[in-house]
């Protein structure tokens, strides 16, 4: 069974940092689109980092130059390091991956950021 295991959220203070990991268990992150998004209540599910297949990343406008996503193949996980983080970073944030047109999910990890 494919699962996505996200971990590090947490309660950090305004301006601090925080690295979520991602363990993508049987999605072999070489080769998939790996993605993270973030959901604030009562908001939409926003894409808020992605990396191909190939390396290639990209960042939502409202996060870059403070968030970097990267990968480690050989221990098969994705990671969004988080800094200068701002309360508008509260979110539940979601580990995804598309491989072959299939979308995979992990459950989510909170993130709050008190002001």
Not at 4 to 28: D, F, K, M, N
Not at 49 to 75: C, L, M, P, Q, W
Request: aromatic content about 8%.
């Amino acid at each position: 069974q494919v699962q996505l295991v996200e971990s590090g959220g947490g309660l950090v203070q305004t301006g601090g940092s925080l690295r979520l990991s991602c363990a993508a268990g049987r999605v072999p992150v070489i080769i998939a689109d790996m993605d993270w998004y973030r959901q604030a209540p009562g908001a939409e599910r926003e894409l808020v980092a992605a990396i191909s297949s190939g390396g290639a990343t990209t960042y939502v406008d409202a996060v870059k130059g403070r968030f970097t996503i990267s990968r480690d193949t050989a221990k098969n996980a994705v990671y969004l390091q988080m800094n200068t983080l701002k309360p508008d970073d509260t979110a539940t944030y979601y580990c995804h991956a598309r491989m072959r047109n299939i979308d995979y999910w992990g459950q989510g990890t909170q993130v709050t950021v008190s002001s």
